[in-house]
């Protein structure tokens, strides 16, 4: 895949919103033919879309964002662990249309119902159970200069760019005499419920015995899917189809659309815009910017997202505002007293903050330190192993100033991910970390993740499990 650049802002405009009420829809799954019946829930603010899988021990949660996707095979799922929910797109699409930023939706199966191929049953329980303003102001991914990307094949492309509001425009192309070019746009969400949600999923007859075979669409049938015939097939292979797929035979085979008129002309383009809007719902966050897909898909819709929500996390990362000419929280004398780290491994020079699941210290980087006697003697590189340490002395000053006895314990590495090298760290640089809880502190273990930020911008980052001790 190739992505292009890439500065976006956010902005804080409108308020957050949910469902006033629960609603409930029951059907069976395209793939898996599963009866399901789906709860969709208020949440609370900051809470997200997130799936419950309440037929499951535990009733796991799966967040709809990107970097959940396991799978796009003729839809968008979702997987948490052992946990999966199939085909999310219709029902995410209609709740991003609809502004919904947070919502529980419980479901009793592996997929959501199908319906009938569209986003109309969706969108007409969600305006039934009526949407609510909640206290927090959105958080809008605002698209502020071209962005691009591309799959591999160069086939498919999605381009974004600036735009006061969201639109999207789409434009699809097959090799087949029914179903060529066709395009579609959509320049305002307040059109959606009419001119999108209703547009039906498709499928070519060629497409079903293989489909079938990969052990797909075994709830698919006449009433939730455009079928498109587009080569001559004879009544006796209709038929056989038709057994398979445990459906009535259609007794006209002619080239064209098989079981129903379309919509709009160009349905099948705005389906796959619903699908389009539906996969950039996972990112996570509204957007605002026009969106120009060219044969977009579930694969290169959910790995843009996947990139944009890279982006976000990125950009979430804002450096601690330090007044370098403050008194610190804590000097050296008490990072004497509470590390057991001396010259030339002691790596924090001060605390300059300390919040209920964070610190910010500081490290000066000088020359005279004896690692830089050979890495590299001509080129000065703080080693970046000794900035994740650094990160996790850190760490240690967090917990161990919480003891009434710290010299009593010590705080080990368990394990250490995702490591990012942004930059160099060279004499002269001040380092200024911040480390912070992932999750609360349980049985002395600690889940933290640790920033390294150099003239304002980010060094390195780490991922870190560590261990509280009592010493011996």
């Given amino acids: 895949m190739h992505f292009e650049n890439r500065k976006s802002k956010y902005f804080f405009m409108s308020k957050q919103k949910t469902l006033k009420n629960e609603f409930t829809i029951?059907?069976?799954?395209?793939?898996?033919?599963?009866?399901?019946?789906?709860?969709?829930?208020?949440?609370?603010?900051?809470?997200?879309?997130?799936?419950?899988?309440?037929?499951?021990?535990?009733?796991?949660?799966?967040?709809?964002?990107?970097?959940?996707?396991?799978?796009?095979?003729?839809?968008?799922?979702?997987?948490?662990g052992d946990a999966v929910i199939n085909t999310v797109e219709h029902l995410l699409s209609a709740l991003y249309a609809a502004g919904i930023d947070n919502c529980l939706v419980e479901v009793n199966s592996p997929e959501v119902p199908i319906l009938d191929g569209s986003a109309k049953y969706f969108v007409k329980k969600i305006t039934e159970a009526q949407i609510i303003e909640q206290e927090n102001e959105k958080n809008y991914f605002t698209i502020t200069e071209k962005m691009v990307f591309q799959s591999e094949d160069k086939r498919s492309s999605i381009t974004l760019l600036p735009d006061t509001e969201f639109s999207v425009q789409a434009l699809i192309g097959y090799d087949s005499p029914v179903l060529n070019n066709q395009y579609a746009e959509l320049d305002s969400m307040s059109d959606y419920a009419e001119q999108i949600a209703p547009c039906r999923t498709f499928v070519f007859v060629r497409e079903l015995e293989p489909l079938l075979k990969a052990n797909l669409?075994?709830?698919?049938?006449?009433?939730?899917?455009?079928?498109?015939?587009?080569?001559?097939?004879?009544?006796?292979?209709?038929?056989?189809?038709?057994?398979?797929?445990?459906?009535?035979?259609?007794?006209?085979?002619?080239?064209?659309?098989?079981?129903?008129?379309?919509?709009?002309?160009?349905?099948?383009?705005?389906?796959?815009?619903?699908?389009?809007?539906?996969d950039f719902a996972l990112i996570g966050r509204p957007l605002k910017g026009r969106i120009i897909a060219k044969h977009p898909g579930h694969k290169v819709n959910t790995a843009f997202a996947l990139q944009l929500r890279r982006e976000i996390k990125k950009r979430d990362v804002f450096v601690p505002a330090v007044n370098l000419n403050a008194p610190p929280v804590m000097d050296i004398n008490r990072i004497k007293q509470l590390l057991p780290h001396r010259y030339p491994f002691l790596l924090v020079d001060k605390v300059m903050e300390i919040g209920e699941n964070y610190i910010v210290a500081i490290k000066n980087v000088t020359y005279n330190e004896m690692h830089f006697i050979g890495h590299f003697p001509d080129e000065p590189v703080m080693p970046g192993v000794l900035q994740v340490e650094a990160m996790a002395q850190a760490i240690g000053l967090f917990v161990l100033n919480q003891m009434e006895n710290p010299s009593e314990y010590s705080t080990y590495f368990m394990k250490i991910d995702n490591v990012k090298f942004r930059q160099k760290v060279v004499p002269g640089d001040i380092m200024i970390m911040r480390v912070g809880l992932l999750t609360p502190i349980k049985r002395g273990i600690a889940m933290v993740k640790g920033y390294v930020f150099v003239n304002g911008n980010i060094a390195t980052e780490a991922e870190m499990m560590a261990q509280i001790v009592k010493n011996k």
């Fill in 217 to 278: 669409i075994k709830g698919g049938d006449l009433e939730n899917a455009i079928v498109i015939n587009d080569s001559k097939i004879s009544q006796t292979e209709m038929q056989r189809l038709a057994d398979l797929l445990q459906q009535p035979c259609p007794t006209e085979n002619e080239i064209g659309y098989l079981n129903t008129d379309l919509l709009f002309d160009n349905e099948p383009a705005r389906h796959k815009l619903l699908d389009l809007i539906g």
């Fill in 26 to 80: 029951s059907g069976k799954g395209l793939h898996t033919g599963v009866s399901t019946t789906l709860v969709a829930k208020p949440a609370p603010d900051d809470h997200g879309i997130v799936f419950c899988r309440v037929d499951l021990e535990d009733k796991p949660l799966i967040p709809a964002l990107a970097e959940y996707v396991s799978s796009t095979a003729r839809g968008t799922v979702l997987k948490n």
